[in-house]
């Protein structure tokens, strides 16, 4: 998926008249665990200075510069929007989304005070609040050479014509997959049927290359089973682009570079991912405790 490379401070304000203008809707709750938020609870977006970081804890504070806004669901269409001021302690929860600023994973370890960070979170009724993306003003350790060889080895499955696969990597690479009686198919750390790949799945893949590009597979391994997951569809009602966050179906969605946004089997920028565009999102559920708050999407489908 392709993210804009680098923090705008200019997008944040835009997002916060996005939001203020068009106001949040609340759709019906999302099968396998993602729903809308629960009333009393509110979308939170700021940008500042990391103050501190306790990764002990797995909490920032963030000093946010200018005013932030947090918009409160009261019940039925009714939404309250307030101001965000001050340094806020914001809780990382397992699902939190953290990223650096080309939208690849930060290890809390790399996060340093002094930052410069956008904030995509929830707040609860009590003004707790938790996020969903924190992208982070600094770069990741990995060299972009490493990030380069890397990305062939693992992409999305677009296509399946008999024992062949279609699969999209993700420097935006389309191969086929050439699966034979010896290759061996794992997912979960046991061996299951080749059957079991299914467009969507995003799998590793291991295997020498053909002059063609072709790979036969030795190996395939399904890191993420598409119909196994938490999944939101519905129109898109809101679209961040600067900090990777999308509202369908009245739930929060969260992007990275790890998420693949596609189109007709090929992928697409967050940009062509436009208000009103039906979607299907399938990814992991962003819990606080035991309230669902929105979905960390491993792939996202553009109808």
Do not use: C
């Not at 707790?128 to 990995?142: C, Q």
């Not at 299914?198 to 399904?222: C, F, H, L, R, Y």
Request: net charge neutral.
């Amino acid at each position: 998926m392709i993210r804009i490379p680098q923090l705008r401070r200019a997008a944040v304000v835009a997002i916060a008249a996005l939001i203020s203008a068009a106001g949040p809707t609340l759709g019906a709750a999302a099968p396998a665990g993602p729903a809308p938020l629960a009333k009393g609870w509110g979308r939170v977006v700021a940008s500042g200075i990391l103050s501190s970081v306790d990764r002990t804890h797995g909490r920032v504070q963030l000093a946010v510069s200018g005013t932030g806004t947090v918009d409160w669901f009261e019940g039925g269409t009714a939404w309250r929007q307030t101001p965000l001021t001050g340094t806020r302690t914001v809780r990382l929860l397992p699902a939190t989304t953290v990223v650096d600023a080309t939208a690849h994973a930060l290890p809390l370890a790399e996060v340093r005070p002094g930052a410069f960070t956008i904030l995509w979170g929830v707040a609860s009724p009590n003004a707790d609040m938790a996020g969903m993306i924190l992208e982070v003003a600094a770069p990741s350790a990995r060299s972009a050479a490493a990030l380069s060889a890397a990305a062939p080895q693992t992409g999305v499955v677009v296509g399946r014509s008999g024992s062949a696969l279609e699969v999209l990597f993700g420097a935006g690479t389309r191969r086929t997959i050439v699966m034979t009686a010896t290759t061996g198919v794992m997912a979960g750390g046991r061996t299951v049927a080749a059957g079991s790949i299914v467009p969507d799945d995003i799998v590793a893949v291991a295997g020498p290359m053909n002059s063609d590009g072709s790979i036969v597979a030795t190996k395939v391994t399904i890191e993420f089973s598409a119909p196994n997951s938490a999944r939101v569809s519905g129109p898109l009602e809101e679209v961040l682009t600067a900090v990777g966050g999308l509202v369908a179906d009245g739930t929060m969605i969260s992007t990275s570079a790890d998420t693949y946004l596609l189109r007709s089997g090929s992928g697409v920028p967050l940009s062509q991912a436009a208000p009103g565009s039906l979607v299907v999102a399938y990814g992991i559920p962003v819990l606080d405790d035991a309230t669902p708050v929105g979905l960390a999407a491993r792939v996202i489908v553009l109808r």
